[in-house]
């Protein structure tokens, strides 16, 4: 089983940055795909990016070009870059991660991203 834990979350104002953390206590980071969903009050939980084992990413329409994926396999960490926030932005951003011969997903307990003046 891994344990994920977010960091970086707070309150920032819109056209403002964050960066998000995420810490895996696995020895094996490298063969997890890891992932950042959001979820906004009263709205379903929704995929925002994800990278790969290969360092391949993918990105929600919704934050194209404004957010980037990355990670430091020998920090076991995998970060989200959110540049140009807006106010839509706002959510509890959670960290998943996946292996990559199995279905299970596991994930953090969130942070929470507020855009706000």
């Known amino acids: 089983q891994v344990q994920l834990v977010e960091s970086g979350g707070g309150l920032v104002q819109p056209g403002g940055s964050l960066r998000l953390s995420c810490a895996a206590s696995t020895s094996t980071f490298d063969i997890y795909v890891m992932g950042w969903y959001r979820q906004a009050p009263g709205k379903e939980r929704e995929f925002v990016a994800t990278i790969t084992t290969g360092s391949s990413t993918d990105y929600a329409d919704s934050v194209k070009g404004r957010f980037t994926i990355s990670r430091d396999n020998a920090k076991n960490t995998v970060y989200l870059q959110m540049n140009s926030l807006k106010p839509d932005d706002t959510a509890v951003y959670y960290c998943?991660?996946?292996?990559?011969?199995?279905?299970?997903?596991?994930w953090g307990q969130g942070t929470q991203v507020t855009v706000s003046s």
């Open positions: 998943s991660a996946r292996h990559v011969r199995a279905l299970a997903l596991y």
